[in-house]
């Protein structure tokens, strides 16, 4: 795949990148080993203050970048906004709390005096230089969301961005520099997938996050575990959305439309699978295509486009495959199904399936376009079996106001988060990431900015 910036609403090559030579490679290897040498030895007020800076210029900088993601990828403006906007909240919760999720953790004095020492305490040291492969779905969070704790903790990042979002990969380093960060504390690397090996094997790299394709994922996570290097994989999601009788139904059904259709239905957390109580389900399914059937699809720098086009000739491709398995075998088109009239980029309608059944390839594979899936389930149990039957097990969003359904949830749904009555969000304050072939290791909260570090036991015996 090329190095360029393709308009997914026209089709249009707007610029082409030339991959970095491999002696470029080697100087920011290099720059960035130097560099760690002498970041890893700052303290968290002068992390915290780059990293603030680095906020309050993403937020004076919001409509270029804004309009850099919409270019590349696709999402609609208002979207491409709140992107940033979030980016820039992330970065200042780090910036203010990483110096009390990585505070040194002291051990109860009796397990101490146990160990037969006079003291002893837990501190979290940084790695090295961590190597982020990231996608293009969410151009700007997917990497904030790993740079800033990354940072805070003292290490430096070398971004491998997707090759169909190379301005925004380097809007991102520019970033980092313009708000002060030392050469070399984060450098985007534009290099195609065929040059990460190299990358992930050399002595200089310490760690390895992802976030991806499956497919993409087992590459990555073969190489660093052939050199014994700590990955943080986060993968794909076929999210179930849980209806039951109790549920607020006009709020659910507003709330399952945003959760399917939101990045233009490109999101490992939307919800693609809906599971709905066979006593609301008739009702759920027509509210449901109605409002699907009703978004507008359109240019995504208007802002009243809801729904813009894919960002990959690809990408729609695969996704008509699955429709046109599905329906081959038996499934309802409701609403879509079909590109549609008019515009030259690569749209593809708002549609929702029924009469889904396991011999479909849809039950079992990743929709990543705006295709809902609608099941009907006869209890709680049923929808909870249909759910699991995945897979995936990144997130799950269920809507019931009974205490005992959603103890039942907790306790047997098969993710990496359960949201009831809303829909999935990530947030700096919660660990994200899945179980299963959604990956593993978490992002975000404490327990993301711990995963790459080193946690060090000190002893003294005197």
Not at 42 to 49: D, K, M, S, V, Y
Request: with cysteine; charged share 20%.
């Amino acid at each position: 795949m090329p190095i360029a910036t393709v308009n997914p609403a026209t089709g249009q090559t707007l610029e082409t990148f030339a991959p970095l030579s491999l002696d470029e490679v080697e100087r920011r290897l290099a720059l960035a080993e130097r560099t760690y040498a002498s970041w890893r030895t700052t303290g968290f007020p002068e992390r915290a203050r780059l990293l603030h800076r680095a906020a309050d210029l993403l937020d004076e900088r919001q409509e270029d970048i804004a309009r850099t993601m919409t270019l590349e990828m696709g999402k609609p403006i208002g979207a491409a906004r709140a992107e940033a906007a979030k980016c820039a909240k992330a970065m200042r919760w780090y910036a203010d709390r990483s110096h009390t999720l990585l505070a040194d953790e002291r051990p109860a004095p009796e397990d101490v005096t146990d160990s037969g020492g006079t003291g002893a305490y837990v501190r979290y040291r940084p790695l090295g230089p961590v190597l982020a492969v990231m996608p293009w779905n969410f151009p700007f969070w997917q990497v904030v969301r790993f740079a800033a704790p990354a940072l805070m903790a003292g290490n430096v990042g070398l971004l491998k961005h997707a090759s169909n979002v190379p301005r925004t990969a380097l809007a991102l380093e520019e970033l980092f520099l313009a708000a002060g960060y030392p050469e070399g504390c984060f450098q985007t690397l534009l290099i195609g997938s065929a040059g990460v090996e190299g990358v992930i094997r050399d002595r200089r790299v310490a760690a390895v996050t992802l976030t991806g394709s499956e497919g993409a994922g087992r590459a990555v996570a073969a190489v660093a575990g052939d050199e014994v290097k700590k990955t943080v994989l986060e993968l794909g999601g076929s999210d179930p959305f849980l209806v039951m009788p109790s549920a607020d139904l006009p709020a659910a059904v507003a709330k399952a439309v945003t959760a399917r259709v939101q990045n233009n239905g490109q999101s490992c957390i939307a919800a693609k699978r809906f599971i709905v109580h066979a006593e609301v389900y008739a009702a759920f399914l027509a509210a449901f295509t109605d409002r699907m059937r009703e978004l507008v699809v359109g240019d995504p720098m208007e802002e009243a486009t809801e729904v813009g086009p894919l960002a990959t000739s690809q990408g729609r491709a695969d996704l008509e495959e699955l429709v046109a398995d599905a329906v081959a075998q038996g499934a309802v088109v409701e609403c879509g199904g079909e590109r549609p009239e008019g515009p030259t980029g690569w749209y593809y309608l708002p549609t929702v399936l029924s009469g889904v059944t396991p011999g479909m390839r849809i039950h079992h594979e990743e929709a990543f376009g705006p295709v809902a899936t609608v099941y009907r389930a006869e209890s709680l149990a049923e929808a909870v079996a249909i759910a699991n039957d995945s897979p995936y097990g990144l997130s799950s969003n269920v809507w019931t106001t009974d205490p005992a359904e959603q103890a039942e949830c907790v306790r047997d749904l098969q993710a990496g988060g359960v949201f009831f009555n809303g829909m999935t969000a990530s947030h700096p304050a919660f660990p994200f990431g899945g179980i299963k072939r959604s990956g593993y290791g978490r992002e975000l909260s404490g327990h993301g900015i711990r995963e790459f570090c080193n946690i060090t036991t000190v002893w003294n015996g005197r």
